[in-house]
C-alpha cells in the first residue's frame, strides 16, 4: 500500500539585506511563486538577509503570506547574527523553530527552485505569475 505523497517545496533565496520599499516586490514575488506551484512548503534561504528589524519584519510578512496561501514555510542558511536578532524579537521558535511548519510535514525534495531578481531583495528566475 502506498503511504501518503512526499510533501515538495519551492526555494526563495534572500540573497541581500531587505531596503526600505522592498517589501511589496518580495510579497508580489512569493505570491506568484506560491500561485505557479503546487509546493507544500516555501524555504526561504535567507543568507543575505542582515541582522535588523527590516529582516525579521520581512519574514514575518512572508512567512504571514505563505500560510496564507495554505503553505507551510522553513527559513535555512540564517546567519548566527540574524538567528540571535530573531530570538531577541522573540521570534524564534515561530520563524526558525524545529522543522518546517508545513500542512504535509518536512520537505522531502524540491520541486520549484524560484531565485528573484536583486532588485526584489532575491535573485534568479522570474515566476510566470506576477501581480501581488
Known amino acids: 500500500m502506498p503511504g501518503p505523497p512526499e510533501p515538495c517545496a519551492c526555494l526563495l533565496i ?9 517589501l511589496p516586490a518580495l510579497r508580489a514575488r512569493l ?12 524555504v526561504f534561504d535567507v543568507r543575505g538577509l542582515a541582522a535588523d528589524l527590516h529582516s525579521i519584519d520581512a519574514l514575518v510578512r512572508l512567512s504571514l503570506d505563505a500560510r ?3 503553505r507551510g514555510f522553513c527559513v535555512r542558511r540564517a546567519s548566527p547574527e540574524l ?23 518536512r520537505p522531502k ?16 528566475q522570474r515566476s510566470k505569475t506576477s501581480g501581488e
Open 14 to 22: 534572500l540573497e541581500r539585506p531587505v531596503l526600505d520599499g522592498d
Open 31 to 42: 505570491q506568484a511563486l506560491l500561485t505557479a506551484s503546487d509546493a507544500d512548503v516555501v
Open 68 to 70: 496564507a496561501l495554505g
Open 83 to 105: 538567528t540571535r536578532v530573531v530570538g531577541l524579537c522573540g521570534l524564534d521558535r515561530a520563524l526558525l523553530g524545529g522543522q518546517a511548519s508545513s500542512r504535509a510535514g
Open 109 to 124: 525534495r524540491s520541486k520549484t527552485d524560484s531565485t528573484l531578481p536583486a532588485s526584489t531583495g532575491v535573485s534568479g
